[in-house]
């Protein structure tokens, strides 16, 4: 069973100091890369292992190395990580160095035992991939009955004092069943829901039907915002994975839980993140292309000297101005966004630093009268963590709005402010972005007139600050009236009950 006496607070969660610098806080990984299951969008192309992988002792060796370089949790992805035999007793040599355990998995074979045996060795969350209804998880999964297999698992590992997620990844085919899956998860107690775009990697590149199409941003944003309020009402949390986004007007309300002050920042990949792939091979993100941003191999080098010198995982923490190109290299957001994920927009096009799977930019193209579609131009070669090769075709939005503009009038982006120029990446320079509360948009700390709706920006925060001191007033007015009635507790009262019914937890309580 798992320590008690954790905090609440998740360990990945990065403090200031964390960001500023740069500390590995996170690593993700691939135990194995041998899979039970044949998965469509499998970017890793799993299913038989790795030609030499880590060895147990070798494999304990990274854990010291981690725990040295002061990783607070390490994330074990497969293939299957429970396919090695020695797999609960590396999660006992996580527990035991004091760094938090946890797994993804598919959860086929999944059984009582393993559960069992992974929990009594520290195993503390598990996350398992739910990628749509029965029929369509079982096609995508390549194995009938992985559905049930999937749902089952989340109750066993409850069972085990184990705290459970669910992702799901976004597909073509998944977006009409999002709403059914929120039925299905509350049905069984889910409390976390992660969701991320399928990117054109490995099996995904051979299946291009899979991928949604970049002007269907503006459908799936809407709808994840209401899927986020309707889970949250009933106790579940949505959580977008770092591919969905960017600065669209639902994004306080989904990338910071409503927090304003919380939005993208770019890519993370080296910055506070680590992926180790089974071989050893060393990446700043367990997604990205192998080929591209492998900075070594811990049989050769330590991970700390990877860590702070390999340019393959330290990209992410310079200036990436001259990397932008396309639609990002001209838009308003590019010297906070930096282009969005670098494994999506690698692995369509090649290079990072123009990704079309952005809400922002299928917005803006929409009031132009214009959507983009990918389409694949080059096969990928049948490779682990490969990708082929797509273009962006840029064409007229059939659903567009059929108004005339006014005369000389033509719909343009909003331009791009000039910010100081910075030899690294630095959080020190980027201004934390504030809420336009005309549109909902990002604007940059002292814009005067909103690039995105022409809102007087102070004025309108103003006009929100006294809506927001009034409904204050006018709830407090309300809860006097019920407490006299008594319909409501005192807050005292709800104090010293709240305490009477609480209990030691160390996360999200897993029923």
């Known amino acids: 069973m798992r320590d008690q006496t954790r905090p609440n607070t998740p360990d990945r969660y990065l403090s200031n100091s964390d960001v500023r610098n740069h500390q590995l806080v996170h690593a993700v990984w691939e135990l194995t890369l041998a899979c039970n299951l044949k998965c469509r969008h499998c970017g890793s192309r799993a299913g038989a292992e790795r030609p030499q992988e880590m060895t147990t002792k070798e494999c304990l060796d990274v854990v010291r190395q981690l725990k040295e370089l002061g990783t607070r949790e390490i994330t074990l992805i497969g293939g299957e990580a429970y396919m090695r035999r020695d797999w609960v007793e590396i999660i006992q040599s996580i527990s035991d160095a004091g760094m938090q355990c946890t797994l993804q998995t598919g959860a086929w074979q999944l059984t009582d035992t393993r559960i069992a045996h992974a929990a009594e060795a520290g195993l503390v969350a598990c996350g398992v991939s739910v990628d749509g209804p029965a029929p369509l998880h079982d096609h995508l999964r390549g194995r009938p009955g992985s559905f049930d297999a999937a749902i089952g698992a989340l109750r ?58 970049p002007y269907q941003m503006n459908e799936l944003m809407p709808l994840l915002a209401e899927l986020y309020s309707a889970g949250v009402s ?45 071989d050893g091979t060393i990446k700043g993100c367990p997604s990205l292309p192998t080929v591209a941003y492998a900075g070594g191999n811990v049989r050769d080098t330590s991970i700390a000297e990877i860590w702070a010198s390999a340019p393959q995982l330290s990209f992410a923490r310079q200036n990436r101005r001259r990397e932008m190109w396309g639609f990002c290299e001209s838009c308003y957001y590019a010297d906070v966004c930096e282009g969005g994920c670098t494994w999506t927009s690698h692995s369509l096009l090649g290079r990072p630093g123009n990704n079309p799977y952005c809400h922002y930019r299928a917005s803006e193209l929409k009031k132009q009268g214009k959507r983009e579609r990918v389409v694949r131009r080059l096969p990928a070669p049948g490779t682990s963590f490969d990708h082929g090769r797509f273009d962006i075709v840029v064409e007229p939005d059939p659903n567009a709005t059929r108004s005339r503009p006014a005369a000389g009038a033509q719909p343009r982006q909003p331009s791009r402010p000039t910010l100081p120029a910075a030899p690294e990446r630095a959080e020190a320079y980027l201004p934390s972005l504030v809420l336009c509360r005309g549109c909902n948009s990002y604007v940059f700390p002292g814009t005067q007139r909103c690039p995105h709706c022409r809102e007087d920006v102070p004025a309108r925060q103003r006009q929100y600050d006294v809506a927001l001191a009034d409904a204050r007033q006018a709830l407090s007015r309300l809860t006097h009236v019920m407490q006299g009635f008594g319909l409501v507790q005192s807050r005292e009262d709800h104090a010293e009950s709240k305490v009477a019914r609480s209990r030691p937890f160390s996360g999200p309580d897993p029923a």
């Open 156 to 213: 066993r590992l409850r069972e085990h004092g184990v705290t459970t997620s669910v992702n799901t990844q976004i597909t073509a085919a998944v977006i009409p069943h999002l709403h059914t899956l929120l039925k299905e998860f509350l049905s069984v107690g889910v409390r976390n829901w992660q969701v991320q775009l399928t990117v054109a990697m490995g099996r995904a590149a051979d299946n291009q039907q899979l991928l949604m199409q």
């Open 234 to 278: 009933e106790g579940l949390l949505l959580q977008p994975g770092n591919n969905i986004g960017y600065f669209g007007p639902y994004e306080a309300l989904l990338r910071g839980n409503g927090t304003e002050a919380m939005h993208w920042t770019g890519c993370f990949a080296g910055r506070n993140v680590l992926g180790i792939e089974a």
